[in-house]
């Protein structure tokens, strides 16, 4: 559980910074390791950790995103796709 908080920590800090320069109204996370629950409840807790009441800055939500593991496949089908209307 350490190191997992320790990484979520490291997580937390670069979306504090990029928010500090884009502020986004949501951070979503991807890929395989996004299908865990227990990564966004740990990078949720450490990225509020950051907030201090007196800076401007405050927290937005954290979340998995819908296609997780499945966008890169989702992307290949469409370009498949493309193609296909293309060619014919």
């Given at each position: 559980?350490?190191?997992?908080d320790?990484?979520?920590f490291?997580i ?7 928010q ?8 979503a ?6 299908a865990?629950?227990?990564l ?6 450490q990225?509020k950790?950051?907030?201090?009441p ?9 979340v998995?995103?819908e ?6 496949l989702?992307g290949?089908y ?5 193609k296909?209307v293309s060619?014919?």
């Open positions: 559980m350490a190191a997992l320790e990484f979520c490291y937390a800090l670069q979306l504090y910074n990029i500090a320069i884009f502020d986004p109204e949501k951070f996370i991807g890929g395989g390791i996004s865990q629950p227990l966004i409840e740990k990078i949720n807790e990225y950790k950051l907030f201090i007196v800076f401007p800055l405050r927290p937005v939500e954290v998995a995103c296609f997780r593991n499945d966008a890169n989702i290949a469409y370009q498949l796709r493309t296909m060619v014919c």
